[in-house]
């Protein structure tokens, strides 16, 4: 089990080097992409503040009644899909998705409908 653990290291030390070396930017190998959404246990406070920034640094447009992101109607959908759009003008980096611990990075997509998430 050692020795399993020791043959990794090289590979997680050339991980981190790669983090570090692009600017704190995580390189993912794969290619996989990231959202930021609100944590579902975010209070509606904690919602509605994160909206107001976003919305304050970012065009939100797409939230507009009768546009594709606008249903359903509702502070937890309204706030991820302005965090995101920060989260995404911003580099994607972890600390652009943090919203006071409110916010999360994940990699499966959660465009729906006619709703796409950039």
Known sequence: MFSTAMAKLPLLIFLL????????????????RTWCVA???????????NLNYACSQV????????CPCSTPDNLMNHASIAMNLYYQSRGKNHWNCDFRASGIVVVTDPSYGNCIYA
Do not use: W
């Open 59 to 66: 065009d939100c447009r797409v939230l507009q009644k009768g």
């Open 17 to 32: 080097f790669l983090s570090l070396s692009s600017g704190g930017n995580v390189i993912l190998v794969n290619g996989q």
């Open 39 to 49: 944590k579902p246990s975010s209070d509606q406070a904690t919602l509605l503040s």
